[in-house]
């Protein structure tokens, strides 16, 4: 999308908070001295093969760029793309909304309407307007030399669902991280703006070394990693290391590799394992030193987990993975 729209004439506005040029989860629009709307969208083909379950996923990840600004989702439309001549496609759809309405009104979001397309492969998201307060806005390019790195959510969710599609890992292994892809980055979003964090992104299609890639280009940074540090779910590894690794996991790490630092000591699955394609994954904050307790605490209130993975450093951009 981003070549496309190098290609036209871009939009202004002076309310634009988020001009062309400059990537952000979201569109930030100010409207006011307390209020900018937040707008963004997405959807994807299903990953579980539960519909309900389908729609509840799709909801959180559509949800999780409003929370990765600093937001909270207010309205939402449905975007549903289904074959029009499936058996039972009445109450397929209807199971897909329902999740998606279930985790919308956990979310405190109201689904106001929506667009169907016939499709010979089911996908669904959402449409979401947000709203944020112009002082409490997280951005990718607000991180600064010696903040921290967190994650808010485990990683290998693309690993593991290749695996679950192949019939190589049953629901069991996979459950844990279905239940993770199902789980809004609310509370993340939350102790984050109550401890004073201005960087952030949320982990999802380019992974976490392509979205961490992001937050260096956007703040002028370098940063370096921890591979011992990152959160993975149980069953990673071994399912890298037996090759069931998504097409996106790759690209991600042919579109990094020019700006990556690997140690010598890492193989390259582990590698791979860096770059795996998220879906509905959890935040990337920047956290300056001085306020990591207070992250760590406002995390421990909510019962949100948050791991130290990485810190941000001046110098040209490129990670270090150690």
Same mark, same amino acid.
Do not use: W
């Given at each position: 999308m981003a070549e496309v729209l190098r *290609? =036209? %004439?871009?939009? %202004?506005?002076p309310r634009l908070l988020t001009p062309p040029g400059h990537v952000e989860d979201a569109a930030a629009y100010l409207l006011d001295a307390d209020r900018v709307l =937040? @707008? /963004? %969208?997405d959807y994807f083909t299903p990953v579980v093969d539960d519909p309900f379950l389908f729609g509840q996923i799709a909801a959180a990840n559509a949800f999780s760029d409003i929370y990765a600004m600093g937001g909270s989702p207010t309205l939402a439309l449905n975007l549903l793309? @289904?074959?029009? *001549? +499936?058996e039972n496609r009445f109450e397929e759809m209807a199971a897909i909304l329902g999740g998606g309405a279930d985790k919308a009104r956990e979310a405190g979001c109201l689904i106001v309407g929506g667009h169907t397309v016939d499709d010979p492969e089911p996908k669904y998201g959402l449409a979401v307007l947000g709203m944020a307060h112009p002082d409490h806005l997280l951005r990718k390019g607000g991180a600064r030399p010696g903040d921290d790195l967190y994650l /808010?959510? +485990?990683l290998g969710t693309g690993i593991l669902a290749t695996a679950f599609k192949g019939g190589d890992i049953g629901e069991e292994a996979y459950g844990p991280a279905v239940a993770s892809m199902a789980t809004l980055n609310r509370s993340a979003s939350e102790a984050a703006r109550a401890a004073g964090v201005t960087g952030a992104t949320d982990v999802t !299609? @380019? !992974?976490l070394l392509g979205h961490l890639l992001e937050m260096c280009r956007e703040a002028d940074l370098s940063a *370096?990693? &921890? @591979?011992? &540090? =990152?959160p993975f779910f149980e069953g990673v590894e071994r399912e890298a290391m037996e090759d069931n690794v998504p097409g996106g996991t790759r690209s991600n790490l042919a579109m990094v590799s020019p700006f990556l630092i690997p140690s010598d000591r890492l193989k390259p699955h582990q590698v791979l394992m860096a770059a795996d394609a998220q879906t509905s994954g959890g935040l990337l904050l920047a956290v300056p030193p001085? *306020?990591?307790e207070v992250f760590e605490s406002e995390c421990k209130s909510r019962g949100q987990a948050c791991w130290r993975v990485g810190r941000f450093e001046e110098g040209p951009l490129r990670i270090s993975l150690a």
């Open positions: *290609r =036209l %004439t871009p939009m %202004t506005d =937040l @707008f /963004t %969208t793309n @289904f074959p029009a *001549r +499936r /808010t959510k +485990r !299609g @380019f !992974g *370096r990693l &921890s @591979f011992d &540090s =990152l001085e *306020r990591r």
